[in-house]
């Protein structure tokens, strides 16, 4: 119930606000942690887009729709049908078409021309040199004549784009593909220009996430059963998983994260809305509560898991007090010996530190906050 839309408005701007102050600071360049002990960014060169933004533009959209088009009665569709949710959040899902229309039009329309850019990574060979990249093309989904980064690139500035995109791990650009290593002689161009994965038209698609994440959310409203409940999950996160694989292997739309083409929307959303149900049956229905309890803390503290883990700032802070060297640190030195060494793989090892060092020890620590009542309220 919204008892007042203008103050429900006002309160969403001001939440947008703080994410993308806390987005820009993070992730624009300012903060150099875990590795580097130094902060500050040349403005010249910020980076204006981030994960924090993309959150906050699709949370600001979807937000101020449900809240235009919210009922202030929560009526029960158990019993009538299965499509009534959809006929009773219509307006809803109207703009989520509109959306991408208009998302599949820039992507398949925009004229991609040839383009330019300077490298700006001083162990490249080719510091400082401008490059050109040939395109002259349109609804080409390529890493380099794609119409996501050309509208970035045009509004944002090419300075202001992620540097180190995940095309630099493209089979063309490196041997060590899928993983990242040393260019080949013959790497094109584009494999050292910038691009923004969070940038503002992938960032547009983004919305359809969140409206149908949003629709998951009124059928735990308006259903009251569990098996009404699980019956909508699970038939639309099925049906959007298979759309989605039938997209991409059709060739119709690939699944591309950089992008977030259509195909990736509907897997991703699929996936989510068969996990949510498979995790729903066994905390509500099952009642296996404890044993899920540390997401809960998670998603009770989600920001301050964000900031100090998936930022780097805590590890940052420990980084700071290091002994004979900045790499030799209580962070590298458990990171080293207590799990690379132990699994004889740089890979596993990482792999192992980010699940145990980092999602289940912030896990943890983010029950004791909730335990104190302490939380990072936006």
């Known amino acids: 119930r919204i008892p007042d839309r203008g103050w429900a408005v006002r ?20 903060s150099h942690a875990p590795d ?7 403005m010249k060169h910020i980076r204006w887009c981030g994960i924090l933004q993309r959150i906050a533009l699709a949370y600001l959209v979807v937000a101020v729709i449900e809240i235009a088009t919210k009922d202030a009665r929560v009526q029960d569709q158990s019993s009538s049908g299965f499509f009534s949710i959809f006929r009773m959040y219509l307006s809803q899902w109207i703009v989520a078409c509109c ?13 991609v021309p040839d383009w330019e850019f300077r490298v700006r990574n001083v162990d490249s060979l080719n510091y400082g040199k401008v490059l050109t990249v040939t395109c002259g093309t349109r609804g080409n989904l390529s890493p380099p004549c794609n119409a ?10 090419i300075n202001h784009l992620y540097q180190k995109p995940a095309w630099r791990r493209h089979r063309d650009c490196t041997d060590d593909s899928p993983y990242e290593g040393p260019f080949k002689r013959d790497a094109p161009a584009w494999c050292a220009s910038p691009f923004e994965p969070e940038g503002l038209l992938s960032s547009f698609s983004a919305v359809l996430s969140t409206i149908i994440g949003v629709h998951y959310g009124h059928v735990l409203v308006h259903m009251k059963s569990h098996m009404d409940r699980l019956k909508q999950w ?18 119709a739309i690939p699944l591309n994260k950089q992008l977030y083409t259509l195909s990736y929307i509907c897997v991703t959303a699929g996936a989510a809305g068969i996990v949510f149900s498979m995790l729903y049956f ?9 044993v899920f309890e540390p997401l809960r803390w998670v998603g009770m503290n989600a920001m301050l898991v964000y900031v100090m883990a998936a930022a780097g700032i805590f590890e940052g802070f420990l980084n700071g007090w290091y002994y004979d060297g900045p790499k030799n640190t209580l962070v590298y030195w458990v990171r080293k010996h207590v799990f690379v060494r132990v ?14 060092a980092q999602i289940l020890l912030w896990a943890l620590l983010a029950g004791l906050l909730h335990r104190a009542g302490v939380y990072w309220k936006l």
């Open 11 to 30: 309160r969403v701007v001001i939440r947008t606000l703080k994410l993308l102050f806390w987005g820009i600071l993070l992730q624009g360049g300012y």
């Open 36 to 42: 580097e002990l130094t902060y500050g960014v040349d």
């Open 99 to 111: 959306i991408l229309l208009i998302y599949l039009s820039l992507v398949y329309g925009i004229y």
């Open 148 to 157: 996501v980064g050309y509208i970035d690139r045009k509004v944002l500035g």
């Open 234 to 251: 699970v038939t639309m996160g099925v049906a959007l998983l298979l759309l989605g694989i039938i997209l991409h292997f059709s060739h």
């Open 282 to 290: 066994l905390v509500d229905v099952v009642s296996l509560r404890y």
């Open 343 to 356: 699994w004889h793989s740089e890979r596993v090892g990482i792999l192992l530190y980010v699940l145990v």
